[in-house]
């Protein structure tokens, strides 16, 4: 797994979050397979955003990507 492929399959799910003002940025992926997310504009702020890095983005990262044991949001 490298940046790149993981940088893909934030771009298919990017347009739901831009959908209400959020995106996501791509910090780094660990060779633990630990994708570290920066959360940013609407859903840095939201109360949702938790829900939305776990059972969106993590669980999209993880079906695309068997090597990726979780998803972390860094500041």
Request: negative net charge; without cysteine; charged residues 40%.
């Given at each position: 797994m490298n940046n790149q492929s993981v940088e893909q399959t934030i771009e298919r799910i990017r347009p739901y979050?831009?959908?209400?003002?959020?995106?996501?940025?791509?910090?780094?992926?660990?060779?633990?397979g630990i994708v570290e997310?920066?959360?940013t504009g609407s859903c840095t702020s939201c109360p949702m955003s938790m829900m939305t890095l776990r059972a969106g983005i993590e669980r999209a990262l993880m079906l695309a990507h068997e090597s990726v044991k979780r998803v972390e949001q860094v500041k």
């Open positions: 979050l831009k959908e209400d003002g959020g995106d996501v940025e791509l910090v780094r992926v660990t060779a633990e997310v920066r959360l």
